[in-house]
T-cell receptor
Framework: NAGVTQTPKFRVLKTGQSMTLLCAQD?????MYWYRQDPGMGLRLIHY???????AKGEVPDGYNVSRLKKQNFLLGLESAAPSQTSVYFC??????????FGPGTRLTVT | GQSLEQPSEVTAVEGAIVQINCTYQ??????LSWYQQHDGGAPTFLSY????GLEETGRFSSFLSRSDSYGYLLLQELQMKDSASYFC??????????FGKGTTLSVSS
């Protein structure tokens, strides 16, 4: 089992470009989350999903959109990237218990 | 507002015991979790407290006092591999996590 995977691992964007980050899980978990982590800031919740076809806003949703068309995938989109979105993005999943399982992260730089 | 406070850095030597404190102020509280993160890698779950008291898992223990909005992570018999960042996180509404800013633990020989 791969657990939680994220694609890509690294990406450099120019201001105004768009991109989609993919999170895939093979644990059949209902809940999926997107966090961003900035130096000294801990992890902050961007958007989350409680099941296929559902999404909800987290603490810092502005500038991002998400989709959960299939249970195993959770996509995070940046329509017009800004330097303030330079960060490390982590996906996580959760089912039943309190433990969240994190992917390896995507390191995004916006110039 | 919602906030979790934990020390930014802690240093210790191998074999020692260290305690990382966390105080929280959040709307909605189901429990307090602790996560470990090495060198910016994936955070990994360490422990969870929903009720007051101490939970022990090997060398790591976690404590919660709901009345004081306070918890701590206790690491015993420290090893070099314990050098990492440790995050407390409040479980809200049974799903979402609100994280503290993290404590960087440096273990020296």
């Amino acid at each position: 089992n791969a657990g939680v995977t994220q694609t890509p691992k690294f990406r450099v964007l120019k201001t105004g470009q768009s991109m989609t980050l993919l999170c895939a899980q093979d644990m059949n978990h209902e809940y999926m989350y997107w966090y961003r982590q900035d130096p000294g800031m801990g992890l902050r919740l961007i958007h989350y999903s409680v099941g296929e076809g559902t999404t909800a806003k987290g603490e810092v949703p502005d500038g991002y959109n998400v989709s959960r068309l299939k249970k195993q995938n959770f996509l995070l989109g940046l329509e017009s990237a800004a330097p303030s979105q330079t960060s490390v993005y982590f996906c996580a999943t959760h089912q039943g218990d309190y433990e969240q399982y994190f992917g390896p992260g995507t390191r995004l730089t916006v110039t | 507002g919602q906030s979790l406070e934990q020390p930014s850095e802690v240093t210790a030597v191998e074999g020692a015991i260290v305690q990382i404190n966390c105080t929280y102020q959040t709307s909605g509280f189901y429990g307090l979790s602790w996560y470990q993160q090495h060198d910016g890698g994936a955070p990994t779950f360490l422990s969870y407290n929903a009720l007051d008291g101490l939970e022990e898992t090997g060398r790591f223990s976690s404590f919660l006092s709901r009345s004081d909005s306070y918890g701590y992570l206790l690491l015993q018999e420290l090893q070099m591999k314990d050098s990492a960042s440790y995050f407390c996180a409040v479980n809200q509404a049974g799903t979402a996590l609100i994280f503290g800013k993290g404590t960087t633990l440096s273990v020296s020989s």
